[in-house]
């Protein structure tokens, strides 16, 4: 199984909402990570999570917080979102990712979740 | 800003042309990865360079990463509607990662 599940595909919350976003893997992939990217825009990183733990925060604000309960499901708590918040928010995974290399593994990518803050 | 920069933006051509598209990094890098995106899709991973002058190829795609590990290439031999999408490089510093600004290829049948 080399896939990268989402949900929900698309979400559309008030700034006042407070709404997660899930990913899951079962590929044993001992690395998980958030990215954002807008319309024609590369995926930015937020989050890495390396064996469960949060190695890498991209400095993004509080009202992201990130959860990896377990080895195979990372989660987005979103909270008092803004409309610049609206993105296609993407989840990977990747074999293993030391902290200060990321990129030694391919990363694999889940469909992501369209996002929307009214 | 952005470290890794990628030309051009946009291309255009005739199905069967080549497409070359050219990543920059402003830092040397640990490696180099490769990423297509479809239109309305997410990034699917090509192929990974570490190494100085590397030179690595798919059938139709040769991929390089410079010597000086600061620039790498893309190169598509007679392109097929089935390769159009935005291609990323992304590159590791050693301690940040970074996604370059992509090139979105257009193919003309």
């Known amino acids: 199984d080399t896939e990268v599940t989402q949900t929900p595909k698309h979400l559309v919350m008030g700034m006042t909402n407070k709404k997660s976003l899930k990913c899951e893997q079962h590929?044993?992939?001992?690395?998980m990570y958030w990215y954002k990217q807008k319309a024609k825009k590369p995926p930015e990183l937020m989050f890495v999570?390396?064996?469960?733990?949060?190695?890498i925060n991209e400095s993004v604000p509080s009202r992201f917080s990130p959860e990896c309960p377990n080895s195979s499901l990372l989660n987005l708590h979103l909270h008092a979102l803004q409309p610049e918040d609206s993105a296609l928010y993407l989840c990977?995974?990747?074999?293993?990712?030391?902290?200060?290399?990321?990129?030694?593994?391919?990363?694999?990518f889940g469909p992501g979740t369209r996002l929307t803050v009214t | 800003g952005q470290q890794v920069m990628q030309i051009p933006q946009y291309q255009h051509v005739q199905e069967g042309e080549d497409f070359t598209t050219y990543c920059n990094s402003s830092?040397?890098?640990?490696?180099i990865q490769w990423y297509k995106q479809r239109p309305g899709g997410h990034p699917v991973f090509l192929i990974q360079?570490?190494?100085?002058?590397e030179v690595k190829k798919q059938k139709r795609l040769t991929f390089q990463f410079g010597e000086a590990k600061k620039n790498s290439s893309l190169h598509i031999t007679a392109t097929q509607t089935t390769d159009v999408g935005t291609y990323f490089c992304?590159?590791?510093?050693?301690?940040?990662?970074?996604f370059g600004t992509g090139t979105s290829l257009t193919v003309i049948p």
């Open positions: 990977a995974s990747s074999q293993e990712g030391a902290r200060g290399r990321l990129a030694v593994y391919e990363q694999y």
């Open positions: 590929m044993g992939h001992r690395a």
């Open positions: 999570y390396s064996y469960e733990k949060l190695s």
């Open positions: 830092t040397t890098l640990s490696n």
């Open positions: 360079l570490v190494k100085s002058g």
């Open positions: 992304a590159g590791d510093t050693g301690n940040q990662f970074y």
